[in-house]
């Protein structure tokens, strides 16, 4: 029998990394190089089918602003999983993430699986982040990591993939 399951799940990270353009990928397939920055928050709606299993991931796609950072335990909590992208061209949105990361070890339920994405993987030229970096991060911190281009569409719904695979058994 097909299992029907909802999942929270909360896009964080700095502005302009890509995690408007992350869901737009995953949830209609398109990009557009001059996405309108998030106000507040926006929420999404999309099906993954795995094995047997449908996942409903129910999506909220934060803004990333600082001046909304109050804002965002209402988004982390108790979500199912959280992604938090940082842009492999710019370090400061790395570092940025690895702040997301310690807020959600400290204040997150300790459940939640947590994906960090390198996104912008499209622009090589201009990489300034290793992966290799970024995956002994993530391996330290228990995260599984991807580099991910909602441009070319490589790997993003290979990250919601991975995490509905994760997701406890209902
Ligand atoms: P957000 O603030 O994190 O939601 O970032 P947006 O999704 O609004 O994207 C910010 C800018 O980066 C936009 O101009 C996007 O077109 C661009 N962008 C997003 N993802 C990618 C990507 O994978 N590759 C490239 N080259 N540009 C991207
Ligand atoms: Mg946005």
């Given at each position: 029998?097909?299992?029907?399951?909802?999942?929270?799940?909360?896009?964080?990270?700095?502005?302009g990394t890509g995690k408007s353009s992350i869901v737009l990928r995953f949830?209609k397939g398109q990009f557009v190089e001059f996405q309108?920055?998030?106000?507040?928050?926006?929420?999404?709606?999309?099906?993954?089918?795995?094995?047997?299993?449908?996942?409903?991931?129910?999506?909220?796609?934060?803004?990333?602003?600082?001046?909304?950072?109050?804002?965002?335990?209402?988004?982390?909590?108790?979500?199912?999983?959280?992604?938090?992208v940082y842009d492999i061209t710019n370090?400061?949105?790395?570092?940025?993430?690895?702040?997301?990361?310690?807020?959600?070890?400290?204040?997150?339920?300790?459940?939640?699986?947590?994906?960090?994405a390198g996104n912008k993987a499209d622009l090589l030229e201009a990489r300034?982040?290793?992966?290799?970096?970024?995956?002994?991060?993530?391996?330290?911190?228990?995260?599984?990591?991807m580099e991910t281009s909602a441009k070319t569409s490589t790997n993003v719904n290979d990250v919601?993939?991975?995490?509905?695979?994760?997701?406890?058994?209902?």
């Amino acid at each position: 029998a097909n299992k029907l399951k909802n999942a929270k799940l909360v896009l964080l990270g700095d502005v302009g990394t890509g995690k408007s353009s992350i869901v737009l990928r995953f949830v209609k397939g398109q990009f557009v190089e001059f996405q309108e920055s998030t106000i507040g928050a926006a929420f999404f709606a999309q099906t993954l089918s795995v094995n047997d299993e449908t996942i409903k991931f129910e999506i909220w796609d934060t803004a990333g602003q600082e001046r909304y950072h109050s804002l965002a335990p209402m988004y982390y909590r108790g979500a199912a999983a959280a992604i938090i992208v940082y842009d492999i061209t710019n370090p400061a949105t790395f570092t940025r993430a690895k702040k997301w990361i310690k807020e959600l070890q400290a204040q997150g339920n300790s459940n939640t699986i947590m994906a960090l994405a390198g996104n912008k993987a499209d622009l090589l030229e201009a990489r300034k982040v290793s992966s290799e970096e970024a995956q002994a991060y993530a391996q330290e911190n228990g995260l599984f990591f991807m580099e991910t281009s909602a441009k070319t569409s490589t790997n993003v719904n290979d990250v919601f993939y991975e995490i509905a695979k994760r997701l406890p058994q209902a």
